[in-house]
């Protein structure tokens, strides 16, 4: 029993838990999940678009996906509102390092900023936690291509691979199990899409139902953030056996 100590989100319990942060957590576990995972010549991440009607007229701007600076994107899972909020301040801080110092912001730096506005919402009075985690994928000359999870408690760490939301258990256990370090981006493509079609709580996996976007350096050295398009998507569904062909369908 919580016995009111979750009323604010400045209050312990007697048993160290500060039940607020613990609830934000919980918000996330019904949102759509988003898995990320690092190869070694790039950063994959896939997301779960969850579709509530079919009237709703499906925005030609992502869901799950977004550029924070041309070298760092990171996927959501949680209260878009919220989101939008911190991929903004994200942004600007961004610009704002790049400005001062002509270079661009370390990923892992960029990330403890993002996370310490997030903690300051956890230790004051009047305010809630953000109900959002992010996968944060990036590339820098120190550390090359970097894979960072936070939560809304304002903690963040790297990982090599990592799920967040709906069914998040079941998907870093099959990921523990199946991911190897020296994978490529191919590779890791088709275990993320392995991983979702097997946490996912809807039955057949279709373009519709996600987003797949990848981080990764060209030839010239540039580093590139692409998003897939639903034909790519579906090629790739195919390709893996994770889907039917279109015409088995109609």
Same mark, same amino acid.
């Given at each position: 029993?919580?016995?009111?100590?979750?009323?604010?989100?400045?209050?312990?319990?007697?048993?160290?838990?500060?039940?607020?942060?613990?609830?934000?957590?919980?918000?996330?576990?019904?949102?759509? /999940?988003?898995?990320?995972?690092?190869? $070694?010549?790039?950063? %994959?991440?896939?997301?779960?678009?969850?579709?509530? #009607?079919? !009237?709703?007229?499906?925005?030609?701007?992502?869901?799950?996906?977004?550029?924070?600076?041309?070298?760092?994107?990171?996927?959501?899972?949680?209260?878009?509102?919220?989101?939008?909020?911190?991929?903004?301040?994200?942004?600007?801080?961004?610009?704002?390092?790049?400005?001062?110092?002509?270079?661009?912001?370390?990923?892992?730096?960029?990330?403890?900023?993002?996370?310490?506005?997030?903690?300051?919402?956890?230790?004051?009075?009047?305010?809630?936690?953000?109900?959002?985690?992010?996968?944060?994928?990036?590339?820098d000359k120190n550390h090359g291509f970097q894979l960072?999870?936070?939560?809304? /408690?304002?903690?963040?760490?790297?990982? $090599?691979?990592?799920? %967040?939301?709906?069914?998040?258990?079941?998907?870093? #256990?099959? !990921?523990?199990?199946?991911?190897?370090?020296?994978?490529?981006?191919?590779?890791?493509?088709?275990?993320?899409?392995?991983?979702?079609?097997?946490?996912?709580?809807?039955?057949?996996?279709?373009?519709?139902?996600?987003?797949?976007?990848?981080?990764?350096?060209?030839?010239?050295?540039?580093?590139?953030?692409?998003?897939?398009?639903?034909?790519?998507?579906?090629?790739?569904?195919?390709?893996?056996?994770?889907?039917?062909?279109?015409?088995?369908?109609?």
């Amino acid at each position: 029993m919580s016995r009111r100590y979750d009323s604010r989100t400045t209050i312990f319990s007697p048993e160290g838990r500060l039940y607020q942060v613990e609830y934000a957590m919980e918000a996330i576990g019904n949102a759509g /999940s988003a898995i990320g995972i690092l190869a $070694k010549d790039g950063v %994959v991440l896939i997301g779960e678009k969850k579709v509530t #009607s079919k !009237l709703l007229q499906t925005s030609t701007s992502t869901e799950k996906m977004y550029k924070i600076d041309d070298h760092v994107a990171c996927a959501v899972a949680g209260i878009m509102s919220d989101a939008n909020i911190l991929i903004n301040t994200a942004r600007v801080q961004a610009q704002r390092y790049t400005f001062t110092y002509q270079e661009p912001m370390p990923v892992e730096q960029l990330v403890q900023s993002l996370c310490d506005t997030k903690q300051g919402y956890t230790q004051f009075g009047g305010l809630r936690p953000f109900g959002v985690s992010f996968l944060f994928a990036g590339w820098d000359k120190n550390h090359g291509f970097q894979l960072y999870m936070s939560d809304p /408690s304002g903690n963040y760490g790297g990982w $090599k691979a990592a799920a %967040v939301g709906a069914n998040n258990q079941a998907a870093q #256990s099959i !990921l523990k199990q199946d991911y190897k370090d020296d994978a490529t981006r191919e590779e890791v493509v088709e275990l993320a899409l392995k991983v979702l079609s097997k946490t996912m709580d809807s039955t057949s996996l279709t373009s519709e139902k996600l987003e797949l976007a990848e981080v990764f350096l060209t030839p010239s050295g540039n580093v590139k953030y692409h998003v897939h398009s639903p034909e790519s998507l579906t090629k790739l569904l195919v390709k893996h056996g994770v889907t039917q062909p279109a015409a088995e369908t109609s």
